[in-house]
């Protein structure tokens, strides 16, 4: 069964650093990444998705690298901003068609101003 | 583009009563999930749904049946509540090609 795990689980940092969170999967045969962002009380919002056959994915500020063999996903926040605090989960999705996501339990990150 | 919409957003319920959740998505995806959320548990597949007409149990379905009548719309409904279904529901879909999951804004249930 696919297991996926998010460090650090809670992450406090000062606005302007880059930060990096971290997403490991068990089972490297997977479709597809998708990180999202959830704000407290609200929805999750798709932030950047990366196939297997991709090494990354840049939007704005963030990038998502994925190296499928080794099991391993980050997402980079260059120049955080307070308005980056939010949840940040990672979901990896194993075959194309039908396949239930399966989630990590996410990384909560405040930047302070 | 409204994406995936739910409704309500928020709802009381007392011990033993029913109630359905309505999820509608207006970009004609094929595939269309349930899932609740809990503090410390994560995002857990309730049912789901691979086509008009189909459903099919993911890993929480106890107390709960599910509904997919015209492809745009997925129906959730709890029979006789329990207060272990006070949760976050959230509905998905998604196309049968690469694309990712879009999520709906969610339903804040409490059972009483």
């Known amino acids: 069964k696919q297991e996926v795990t998010q460090i650090p689980a809670a992450l406090s940092v000062p606005e302007g650093e880059n930060l990096v969170l971290n997403c490991s999967f068990t089972?490297?045969?997977?479709?597809?990444l998708q990180w999202f962002r959830q704000d407290p009380g609200k929805g999750l919002t798709s932030l950047l998705l990366?196939?297997?056959?991709?090494r990354e994915q840049t939007s704005g500020r963030l990038n998502a690298s994925l190296d499928k063999s080794s099991g391993r996903s980050t997402l980079y926040i260059a120049a955080s901003q307070p308005g980056d605090s939010a949840t940040y989960l990672c979901a990896v999705k194993e075959n194309s068609g039908y396949s239930t996501l399966t989630f990590g339990k996410g990384t909560m990150l405040l930047v302070s101003p | 583009n409204a994406g995936v919409t739910q409704t309500p957003k928020f709802r009381v319920l007392k011990t033993g009563q029913s109630m359905t959740l309505l999820c509608a998505q207006d970009?004609?995806?094929?595939?269309m999930y349930w899932y609740r959320q809990d503090p410390g548990m994560g995002l857990r597949l309730i049912h789901y749904s691979v086509g008009e007409g189909t459903t099919a149990k993911g890993e929480v379905p106890d107390g709960y049946n599910v509904s997919r009548l015209k492809k745009q719309n997925f129906l959730l409904g709890l029979e006789s509540a329990a207060p272990s279904q006070t949760s976050v529901y959230f509905c998905?879909?998604?196309?049968?090609?690469?694309?990712?999951?879009?999520f709906g804004s969610g339903t804040r249930l409490t059972v009483v």
């Open positions: 998905a879909s998604s196309s049968r090609g690469s694309d990712g999951y879009t």
């Open positions: 990366i196939q297997s056959s991709q």
């Open positions: 089972d490297s045969a997977i479709y597809n």
């Open positions: 970009m004609n995806h094929e595939y």
